[in-house]
């Protein structure tokens, strides 16, 4: 029987706010335009809301505007909000080109990173990892390289573009898991992914309370650390 473990990157790997924050308003649609002195923490406070990274254009118009957020009712994957994609990406490539240092030092590894590298028996032999995140998969790399993680081979990582491809993370698993007999983890910090899969057998699911929770959604995939490494120790011990 297989052990698997699946884990979202940003909320659960690494803190990405700073760098997502300095990429949106380094966009060619953002740059010249004037933002309050707060915008950093009003970002931070509406992170919880966001997927895909077009979803950052309406955080940054709610900003701008100063004007409540409703992400039933606001996010539209409109033509400016697909503009703003690009404008995104183009922007995150131009910023690692200028500066990689400066743009490494926005990314801020989590220490669940740190503690998950130390399981390292278990990490290497018993365990297979995937990624599966609404981030390009090119970003994901360069951080785990860069910071020589090296437990998650490159071919288990699941990016934007797959996202894209398959629709939601849950079809994404369920194509992983197929038909084979596992036992599998999900490890995410958004509520509403972690639902999508409520019914798959075998499934364990963990909302990362050290990420970006919404605390308004409901609490009961909640787990700290500690609770989700123990399990990850546990199933790669069976």
């Known amino acids: 029987m297989k052990s698997i473990v699946f884990l979202d990157f940003d909320g659960v790997l690494f803190d990405t706010v700073e760098e997502a924050y300095a990429v949106a308003v380094n966009t060619k649609m953002y740059r ?4 309050p002195d707060n915008a950093i923490d009003m970002f931070r406070q509406y992170r ?3 997927g895909p990274a077009w979803q950052y254009y309406y955080i940054l118009e ?27 990406f183009q922007s995150r ?8 240092g400066a743009w490494l030092k926005l990314n801020k590894k989590y220490d669940f990173l740190d503690d998950l590298t130390k399981l390292d028996k278990i990490i290497k032999n018993e365990i297979e990892f ?7 998969k090119q970003t994901v790399i360069d951080l785990l390289s860069i910071n020589h993680i090296d437990f998650i081979s490159r071919d288990h990582i699941f990016g934007a573009k797959s996202f894209q491809l398959y629709g939601s993370k849950r079809n994404i698993i369920e194509k992983v898991l ?3 007999e596992y036992q599998a983890i999900f490890v995410d910090d958004s509520h509403k992914h972690l639902s ?3 019914n798959i057998k075998s499934l364990q699911l963990f909302q990362a309370s050290w990420g970006y929770s919404d605390k308004t959604s409901p609490q009961q995939y909640l787990a700290t650390q500690d609770k ?3 399990t990850i120790q546990t199933i790669g011990a069976r």
Do not use: M, R, W
């Open 32 to 35: 010249n335009k004037t933002f």
């Open 48 to 50: 919880p809301l966001i």
């Open 62 to 88: 709610s900003i701008i505007h100063n004007k409540e957020l409703n992400p039933i009712k606001d996010f539209l994957y409109t033509e400016d909000a697909k503009e703003f994609e690009n404008n995104f």
């Open 93 to 100: 490539k131009a910023l690692k080109h200028k500066d990689f």
């Open 130 to 136: 995937f990624i599966v995140t609404t981030k390009d």
């Open 178 to 180: 197929g038909k084979q």
């Open 196 to 198: 999508l899969c409520e």
């Open 228 to 230: 989700v490494l123990s």
